[in-house]
């Protein structure tokens, strides 16, 4: 297991290192300068700037210097905040992100899984086509619509909830649960079908037949192997949840890092562009190790280590 | 069997009225703020609560003077920081730093006398060296500041930017000097009747050397980084979330301050700022076109003219086709379409059509009649004449179709201009194609500086107040021409007024070189910018301004909220 774990983190970096390259290169093809005052200056002035922030050099002595900062953890300075460093923005970006994305993916798969499970166990019930219902309203009506109503009826005509801002616990409530919406759509969804199909196998059939009782079978055997799909998909809906936090903080006036992501791409901020590229892709196989690894954890036959041996 | 649809159910019930108690937890608070605020009225206390609750699209991305180069960086400063004169409600230069000052005969020297009583908010005096050691960081090679060519005007500050130049660098030769400590002189390249208001802007202000070089790099980078000599102080700066201003008890004119307390959240999305102000935790909000109409009949809504001016580049030197060479052509692209019925139905904003390129209400002359009303308007939608233009035109091109491209931004409201345009266009000028290429703003400016298109959506703020601000633009290769206009006597006209000792002679000469540009129709103008929003009556008396920074909130006051 810890050689296999050695050689991921090995493989991770190796995939940040292709990562930063080719967005570094792809970025310097993007037209226009970082400068926020680009329409007003002159040219005598932009070569001075440009010499100033080192982007008068060729682009590959670009890509080492940066390289070398980027060894260092040094994610250079932000040309949107004056003074300010990449790695500041992301520190104190990422805990609004961070808070209200996994509040969303514990409450969603939460009720997800409750939704599914009830589902399977009344086939063919109110509660299933209720509950499948919804899971199709959930998975068709983006994040965004649905915070947007939230904050109309519920902040506004309603006044139970704050409008927005981040505050205190109450202001986390409306994102996280306008987030939530499409995982709870996603996990119940797959948890019924898992469910169905497992609770019509042989060794249901047998364990029921030996004696063991009808709920300790579904928790036991029923849920358990179930999770397996769930934790699949819990790697890329998490990272679904991080671009759909990006319009949902931005909704809420939450101080949170993911506006960063899309805008610094139109601003030409160099720095911030690689700063949350490569901070996202950290993030995304991250999650995918800790996914493989959760595997073993759940299912035996899925021992990451066990066919080298 | 039973037991695991009990504990089914439990769960959901659990989870329901975790989500429930968290709603009537916050209905809780918000009642009990309501009463809070009816307590204080209660109170009767002769004054109201002098607290403004307003929201900004942006972080502030700088509140170092010397680097700051966006409207929100400004309007903060202008808040907290003062420079020699700031500007007063009607936009006129009021004394700030300064006491007042003297000029010499040809107006090229400015003496200006420091207030004692300008103070730090460290206690300390305002002194002319904070004066001269903020202007000559600004302009070092070391801080190049993205808008150090704002100081233009003094004498030296283009050749100490220009990389090569024998003076590069040298940040002491500067036409600036501290005779004493109160008192400071200016030297300028040619006299600049609007000096006196530049002076108000972010670059001019004072920085205290001792202060700046203590805090080192961490100056001006949090709310205790800095030290404020304006109206307000930062008294709290949450990054991304929002500040707080709080009343300067060290600033000289304290007793004109009537706001106690400031607080801005910065909010992006114009729905949530909507909401926001109807649930009254705003007393302010701007609309986007699309909440006009919802709003139209509202008693608190406003609109209100800028000084932007938005026009068409017409680009003669494009690579793709020579027609904007031809005057003809270009005029009656310029009678083609009906302005005013695009501001009406595209902007509704409180834009207006725009038919000049120094906008109006912006710059009184020396006679004190506005630049615009005395030049008045150039052209206008004429479809009889432009197409008699149009058939002249195309017989001198020997052509009978012109493809032409419009370079356009990438906003929604920018996308209807483009195909409003191209419709009329094509509709009113027989043989004209018109493809758009929207581009994000960036991309746009490059392609602009570039002149790779044919036309071209541009848009033009005011750095100072004077219409030279938009008339030297189209000198002949001047760096924001960027469409090959070239008119020796237009050269000449703005030339000679940049050297003129007398302001009513300088007058005459830019309003002769707005005329020779529409003759040329070098350009054809848009319209001229106007904003709308929401603003509760009780909130009385912001300042708004038309260049530099949008708003003082220095003789703001709150009158009648209970």
Not at chain 1, 255 to 275: R, T
Not at chain 2, 470 to 484: P, Y
Request: glycine share 8%; charged share 25%.
């Amino acid at each position: 297991m810890l050689r296999y774990i050695t050689k991921r983190v090995f493989a991770m970096f190796l995939t940040l290192l292709i990562i930063a390259t080719i967005t570094f290169f792809l970025m310097k093809l993007l037209p226009g300068s970082p400068f926020n005052n680009q329409e007003k200056l002159t040219e005598s002035q932009r070569y001075a700037l440009n010499e100033k922030y080192g982007l008068n050099d060729p682009v590959p002595v670009q890509y080492i210097n940066y390289l070398g900062k980027l060894a260092q953890g040094d994610l250079g300075y932000t040309f949107q905040f004056d003074g300010r460093t990449v790695n500041s923005m992301i520190a104190n970006g990422m805990g609004p992100s961070a808070t209200v994305g996994f509040e969303a993916l514990v409450f969603g798969t939460l009720v997800g899984l409750i939704l599914g499970i009830a589902a399977a166990l009344k086939h063919n019930s109110f509660i299933d086509y209720g509950a499948m219902v919804m899971a199709v309203f959930g998975i068709a009506i983006p994040s965004f619509v649905f915070a947007g109503l939230l904050q109309y009826y519920v902040g506004v005509k309603l006044g139970w909830l704050p409008v927005a801002f981040w505050n205190g616990p109450e202001y986390h409530i409306m994102p996280a649960f306008s987030l939530s919406v499409g995982v709870i759509a996603t996990v119940a969804r797959f948890m019924r079908t898992e469910m169905l199909e497992i609770l019509g196998t042989d060794y249901i059939l047998m364990a029921r037949s030996k004696g063991i009782s009808k709920q300790a079978v579904i928790i036991k055997h029923c849920v358990r192997n179930s999770m397996i799909p769930i934790i699949t998909i819990l790697g890329p809906m998490a990272i679904g949840l991080i671009t759909g936090s990006l319009v949902i903080e931005n909704i809420f006036a939450i101080p949170g890092i993911g506006e960063q992501f899309v805008k610094s791409i139109n601003l030409n901020d160099y720095p911030v562009i690689m700063g949350t590229t490569l901070f996202y892709s950290f993030l995304i196989i991250v999650i995918i190790l800790v996914v493989d690894i959760l595997y073993g954890i759940i299912d035996p036959r899925i021992r990451v280590a066990g066919g080298k041996s | 069997m039973k037991k695991s649809k009990w504990s089914l159910l439990l769960t959901l019930v659990l989870v329901l009225s975790m989500f429930l108690a968290a709603c009537s937890g916050g209905e809780k608070k918000e009642t009990g703020e309501k009463k809070g605020g009816n307590e204080g009225d209660k109170t009767e206390k002769p004054a109201e609560p002098q607290v403004l609750n307003i929201l900004d699209g942006e972080e502030i991305p700088s509140m170092d003077s010397s680097q700051a180069t966006d409207s929100v960086s400004f309007e903060v400063m202008n808040n907290v920081m003062e420079g020699l004169y700031r500007l007063d409600k009607d936009n006129k230069p009021t004394p700030g730093v300064a006491l007042e000052h003297k000029t010499n005969e040809d107006g090229t020297v400015y003496t200006f006398t420091l207030n004692p009583e300008a103070k730090w908010s460290d206690g300390s005096k305002v002194t002319a060296n904070d004066f001269v050691y903020s202007w000559r960081k600004a302009l070092h090679p070391d801080t190049l500041s993205e808008y150090a060519y704002i100081m233009g005007p003094v004498k030296n500050a283009n050749a100490i930017q220009t990389d090569g130049d024998p003076l590069f660098g040298k940040v002491e030769e500067l036409g600036v000097k501290a005779v004493d400590e109160s008192t400071l002189e200016v030297t300028l390249e040619a006299p600049a009747p609007y000096f006196l208001g530049l002076t108000g802007f972010a670059t001019f202000y004072p920085q205290k050397e001792e202060f700046v070089k203590a805090q080192g790099d961490k100056y001006a980078l949090e709310a205790n980084t800095l030290l404020y000599n304006g109206p307000f102080v930062l008294n709290e700066w949450k990054h991304n979330e929002g500040w707080q201003y709080k009343k300067n008890d060290n600033y000289w004119d304290k007793d004109a301050v009537k706001l106690d307390e400031i607080n801005v959240k910065i909010v992006k999305d114009v729905a949530t700022s909507v909401n926001l102000y109807e649930t009254g935790q705003t007393d302010i909000t701007g609309l986007s076109m699309e909440y006009v109409d919802q709003y139209k009949d509202h008693e608190d809504l406003y609109t209100r003219g800028e000084a932007t001016v938005f026009f068409l580049r017409l680009n003669q030197n494009s690579k793709n086709s020579d027609a904007l060479k031809n005057a003809n052509i270009r005029k009656a692209i310029d009678m083609a379409y009906d302005k005013q019925s695009m501001v009406d139905v595209l902007l509704n904003n409180g834009s207006t059509p725009a038919y000049y390129l120094v906008p109006g209400e912006f710059t009184p002359g020396p006679d004190g009649e506005d630049f615009r009303k005395t030049n008045g308007n150039f052209g206008g939608y004429d479809l009889e004449k432009a197409k008699e233009l149009w058939a002249a035109g195309l017989k001198e091109l020997g052509k009978e179709t012109v493809e032409l491209e419009l370079l356009n931004y990438d906003s929604d409201g920018a996308k209807k201009m483009g195909e409003f345009f191209k419709n009329q266009l094509e509709k009113n000028l027989p043989g004209i194609k018109v493809s758009i290429k929207a581009q994000p703003f960036k991309q746009k400016l490059e392609l602009e500086s570039k002149g790779e298109y044919d036309f071209s959506y541009a848009g033009w703020g005011p750095d100072y107040q004077d219409p030279m601000t938009f008339l030297d633009m189209f000198v002949t290769d001047g760096a924001h021409n960027q469409m090959g206009y070239s008119n020796p006597d237009y050269d000449k006209l703005i030339n000679d007024a940049k050297k003129e000792m007398d302001q009513e002679k300088r007058w005459e000469m830019m309003l002769e070189a707005e005329k020779v540009l529409f003759e040329d129709q070098a350009i054809s103008p848009l319209y001229q910018r106007g904003v709308t929003g929401l603003q509760k009556p009780y909130v009385k008396d912001l300042a708004h301004h038309l260049f530099g920074a949008d708003v003082s909130y220095k003789w703001a006051y709150i009158e009648g909220k209970q």
